[in-house]
C-alpha cells in the first residue's frame, strides 16, 4: 500500500503570505498525485490533477509541483477564502487510491 | 450540473447494517467510475471503495473489505454502499464522488454513527 505523508499538519498564516505544504509518498508514484481543498462542514473540493494541472476555475495563485515520492501545493499570495484544510491524494496504485493526513491553513 | 446526494446515514449500533445510497444527477452516470469516501470527525479523509462504470470491478480498502459492498443502478443513476458488521470505528460521514483516478465531483455527505 502507498502511504501519503503531510507535512506540516497545520500551518499559522496571513493574508497574502505564501505558503508551502508537503506531501511525501512512501514509494514512487510518478505525477498520479490531486490535491483538494476541504471547508468545514463542506465536501472536499478538487484543485489540481496529476501534480500539476490546475483544475478549472481554480486561482491561479495555485500551483503544483513534484514528482517521484516528493509534491508539494503552493498557494503565493493567501487569500481569506484560502483557509481550509488541504489533502494531498495518489492515484499511482488505482483502484486503490488514498489520501494524505491533511493540512490545516489557520490564520 | 453534476450533483450528488448521499442519503441512508443515521445512529446504528455495533454489529448493525446500512445501506447507504447515492444519487446522481447532472452527468453521464454510466461513464463514471463511482467512489464512496468517508470521514471520521475530526479526521481525515479515507477512500473506502470503489466500482467500475458497469459494476464489473469493485475495490475496497482493507479495513472494510468483507464487511462492505458497494453495487450501482446505472438505470436509476443510483451508487450504493451496502455496510454490515459496522464497527465504532466506522463513525464517518460519508460521501460519494465520481471519478476514476481523481474524485472531481462529491456529495454532501451522510453521518453514519456506530454506537450502542
Known amino acids: 500500500d502507498t502511504q501519503m505523508t503531510q507535512s506540516p499538519s497545520s500551518v499559522s498564516a496571513s493574508v497574502g503570505d505564501r505558503i508551502t505544504i508537503s506531501c511525501r509518498a512512501s514509494?514512487?508514484?510518478?505525477?498520479?498525485l490531486a490535491w483538494y481543498q476541504q471547508k468545514p462542514g463542506r465536501a472536499p473540493k478538487l484543485l489540481i490533477t496529476?501534480?500539476?494541472n490546475l483544475q478549472y476555475g481554480v486561482p491561479s495563485r495555485f500551483s503544483g509541483r513534484g514528482s517521484g515520492t516528493d509534491f508539494a501545493l503552493t498557494i503565493s499570495s493567501l487569500q481569506p477564502e484560502d483557509f481550509a484544510t488541504y489533502y494531498c491524494?495518489?492515484?499511482?496504485?488505482?483502484?486503490?487510491?488514498?489520501f494524505g493526513g491533511g493540512t490545516k491553513v489557520e490564520i | 450540473e453534476v450533483h450528488l446526494v448521499e442519503s441512508g446515514g443515521g445512529l446504528v449500533q455495533p454489529g448493525g447494517s446500512l445501506r447507504l445510497s447515492c444519487a446522481a444527477s447532472?452527468?453521464?452516470?454510466?461513464?463514471?467510475?463511482m467512489n464512496w469516501v468517508r470521514q471520521s470527525p475530526g479526521k481525515g479523509l479515507e477512500w473506502v471503495a470503489n466500482?467500475?462504470?458497469?459494476?464489473?470491478?469493485?475495490y475496497y480498502v482493507d479495513s472494510v473489505n468483507g464487511r462492505f459492498t458497494i453495487s450501482r443502478d446505472n438505470a436509476k443513476n443510483s451508487l450504493y454502499l451496502q455496510m454490515n458488521s459496522l464497527r465504532p470505528e466506522d463513525t464517518a460521514v460519508y460521501y460519494c464522488?465520481?471519478?476514476?483516478?481523481?474524485?472531481?465531483?462529491w456529495g454532501q455527505g451522510t453521518l453514519v454513527t456506530v454506537s450502542s
Open positions: 464522488a465520481s471519478g476514476t483516478y481523481y474524485l472531481d465531483n
Open positions: 447532472g452527468f453521464t452516470f454510466s461513464s463514471y467510475w
Open positions: 466500482i467500475k462504470q458497469d459494476g464489473s470491478e469493485k
Open positions: 514509494q514512487t508514484i510518478g505525477t498520479w
Open positions: 496529476s501534480s500539476s
Open positions: 491524494q495518489q492515484a499511482d496504485s488505482f483502484p486503490l487510491l488514498s
